[in-house]
């Protein structure tokens, strides 16, 4: 073996994936079973008692997982990783571990609609109050930092409208403020932006998006970047204190810098029970084999599509920041070099009417609410995914009653050209 470490591709195909030590097995095996077989009763006492590491049933950890969580780990450049099974998932087990009743956390609003949703209502029923603040507007983060903030939400590529986030200058705030930055990265996936190397702390996803591609599983996945030190003021408890589930240890005194992902699986994951089902792991895993080739695929005919449009008289704007003429072009070229992502909004002159007669319109596209798939997708979220919000919020996050956002797939560019041409003009 060579001391090269191996690259982005190398670890897409091959990280966390042995042959399957007892048949030989190339692909990662699904080990659809609830439960494994201990080898005696201490072996079955100390996997209880955390004190080994092994299976004890599929709710807490299953070896296809596995697999699906040490490659996700290694290409987002992380300690360790809890897959679960959705993206929505991820993030209830995630604020879990940070926050107790009556706390905060600050949120970035330009996010996808169910998460305003969850962070709005569902969370609230949690006593985990949620204070907005702007990605244009840094300073909206420090001054929505109080002392009962605990953590730091935003998304890397944000839904719908594509923007570009400022994560540096966001997990500047959060190390100021000494809580630790969660970057939903569902968007870019690892291979357009890797939010540890600009100073997250925690990953999350919907892998049900590119990671899987192919827009037949939902799964979501939580990356502990191994950053944060949880041992500071006895803000964090669940990490930081003597767990009564576990005989008393102390998570990050035990587990350092993969404290946070088995925080994830042994109070959150246990307890509240979202397992992703090995099957998912298998389809998702073998998604993840082609994502690099998918991703880039998927970058190049946005940017072409993206073109085609601003030169359409129909089209008001195009909000692409891999444009040149994009306000987030700046943002795009540092953090996502290799391309801006492939879900954008465009508006029509026409406004609410056009948005919905364009949908109609168009063959080729999915009219659907979902992105990330190899197929080219498209919805009006104003009536759809985003029609929760008032008026003023739908703009505010990137959804105005004019606004239609594509997820660009990975057919020949010419053809999705064709089929919106068609659908504009006619
Ligand atoms: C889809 C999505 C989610 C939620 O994921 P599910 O797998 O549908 O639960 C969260 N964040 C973003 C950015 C998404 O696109």
């Known amino acids: 073996m060579s001391d090269r470490l191996p690259g982005f591709s190398t670890l897409a195909v091959h990280a966390g994936a042995q042959p399957d030590p007892t048949t030989g097995a190339r692909a990662t095996p699904i080990y659809q079973t609830t439960s494994f077989v201990f080898n005696d009763a201490d072996h079955a006492a100390s996997l209880f008692g955390l004190q080994a590491f092994g299976n004890i049933y599929t709710r807490i950890g299953n070896p296809t997982n596995a697999v699906l969580e040490e490659r996700v780990a290694a290409l987002e450049g992380g300690t360790a990783a809890l897959a679960v099974a959705s993206g929505h998932a991820a993030q209830v087990v995630v604020l879990q571990q940070l926050l107790q009743p009556g706390d905060e956390f600050i949120a970035a609003r ?3 609609g169910g998460s305003i949703n969850q962070f709005t209502h569902a969370f609230k029923s949690f006593g985990w109050n949620v204070v907005w603040a702007d990605t244009d507007d840094i300073a909206s983060f420090e001054r929505a930092v109080t002392p009962r903030t605990k953590t730091i939400f935003i998304e890397s590529i944000a839904n719908p409208g594509g923007s570009i986030t400022d994560i540096e200058a966001i997990s500047t705030v959060a190390r100021k403020a000494g809580v630790p930055l969660i970057v939903d990265n569902t968007l870019a996936s690892p291979y357009l932006i890797r939010p540890i190397d600009h100073g997250a702390d925690i990953v999350v996803h919907s892998l049900t998006k590119f990671l899987g591609g192919h827009g037949n599983s939902i799964g979501g996945i939580i990356v502990d970047a191994g950053t944060f030190d949880w041992s500071t003021g006895g803000k964090y408890p669940m990490l930081s204190e003597p767990r009564p589930e576990y005989h008393g240890i102390r998570l990050q005194e035990t587990f350092g810098n993969f404290a946070f992902a088995i925080a994830c699986r042994v109070l959150g994951l246990r307890d509240l029970g979202p397992a992703l ?10 998604g993840i084999e082609t994502l690099p080739l998918r991703m880039q695929k ?10 085609f449009l601003a030169g359409h ?8 920041a891999g444009l040149a003429s994009d306000k987030y072009n700046q943002l795009a070229r540092k953090y996502a070099p290799k391309g801006a992502g492939a879900v954008f909004t ?3 002159k026409g406004g609410y009417d056009a948005g919905v007669s364009l949908v109609e319109k168009l063959q080729l596209f999915s009219h659907l609410a979902n992105v990330g798939d ?9 009536s759809t995914t985003h029609s929760q919000l008032d008026d003023a919020a739908k703009v505010r996050s990137g959804a105005g009653p004019d606004v239609v956002r594509l997820s660009i797939g990975i057919e020949d560019k010419e053809d999705l050209i064709a089929d919106l041409e068609q659908a504009l003009g006619a």
Do not use: G, Q, W
């Open 110 to 112: 330009k996010l996808y």
């Open 277 to 286: 089902s090995p099957f998912n792991a298998f389809m998702i895993l073998t």
């Open 298 to 307: 998927h970058c190049d005919n946005a940017k072409a599509v993206a073109e």
């Open 313 to 320: 008289p129909a089209v008001a704007s195009v909000s692409y």
């Open 346 to 348: 465009f508006s029509l």
């Open 374 to 382: 190899t197929r080219s997708l498209v919805i009006h979220p104003a």
